[in-house]
């Protein structure tokens, strides 16, 4: 199940960049430059969840959260500057239900929100990838493979969980690089190869699956009938 988010942010750039990582986790969003237009959003259309910024211009953050909490328990994520312990007991007394200071890392405010919606939208957990010798939980972070449980490191798990997902889609490896490490990865795209390397030899390939190498391109992940 996707789920809706509601960002209200009034810097362009850190709007631009949630939203970018939102619609890589495949979430829809609205994106609101202040906390007016937020609020207009929000009562217009109630999203699944809100990423609120505090330092807003006109209706402040703070306003914000005590709208929505009159009127709902809709999921609320404070992200903000103010990082003093007495902004978050504040946050936390008005409702909201995670805070998370500036600057801050884009992935963890993804694992975030999965965090917060797999506790309050019923349904929002993502199902197993389930094929013979092989099952992979992103949510738990574990794959069972051929009755052995084996805990990847993150992005090893995260790559293969994409791969499997869209069992025969040849993914490049800027695309890989791309939605596992973020655009703003600048180290070696043989990264990827690396990675690649590390999970073929931890989960094998078995008369139902393999990763096949695309020469010149990237990888795919193929499933017997598939």
């Known amino acids: 199940m996707s789920a809706h988010i509601l960002v209200i942010e009034d810097d362009p750039y850190i709007g631009e960049l949630i939203g970018l990582y939102l619609k890589?986790?495949?979430?829809?969003?609205?994106?609101?430059?202040?906390?007016e237009d937020g609020w207009?959003?929000?009562a217009s259309m109630p999203p699944d969840l809100v990423i609120l910024d505090l330092m807003l211009p006109g209706l402040d953050g703070w306003a914000v959260c005590r709208k929505i909490r009159a009127e709902r328990a809709t999921p609320i994520i404070i992200l903000t500057g103010k990082g003093e312990?007495?902004?978050?007991?504040?946050?936390?007394?008005?409702?909201?239900?995670?805070?998370?200071?500036?600057?801050f890392d884009p992935k963890e405010l993804m694992a975030r929100v999965r965090a917060v919606l797999r506790r309050t939208m019923p349904g929002f957990a993502r199902e197993p990838i389930r094929i013979p010798d092989l099952t992979i939980d992103l949510d738990r972070y574990i794959v069972e493979c051929c009755g052995s449980e084996l805990t990847l490191p993150p992005k090893e798990m995260e790559l293969l969980?994409?791969?499997?997902?869209?069992p025969g889609r040849v993914f490049t490896r800027d695309q890989?690089?791309?939605?596992?490490?973020?655009?703003?990865?600048?180290?070696?795209?043989?990264?990827?190869?690396?990675?690649?390397?590390?999970?073929?030899?931890?989960i094998g390939m078995t008369a139902h699956y393999r990763i096949e190498t695309i020469r010149g391109v990237g990888y795919k992940f193929e499933v017997s009938g598939a």
């Open 24 to 35: 890589r986790e495949g979430f829809g969003f609205d994106v609101a430059g202040d906390g």
């Open 176 to 202: 890989l690089l791309d939605r596992i490490w973020g655009y703003e990865f600048d180290g070696d795209p043989r990264t990827v190869d690396v990675h690649i390397k590390r999970i073929r030899e931890k």
């Open 85 to 103: 312990s007495y902004d978050k007991l504040k946050g936390f007394e008005l409702g909201a239900d995670d805070y998370l200071v500036k600057p």
């Open 161 to 166: 969980h994409l791969l499997a997902s869209i």
């Open 40 to 42: 207009d959003l929000y």
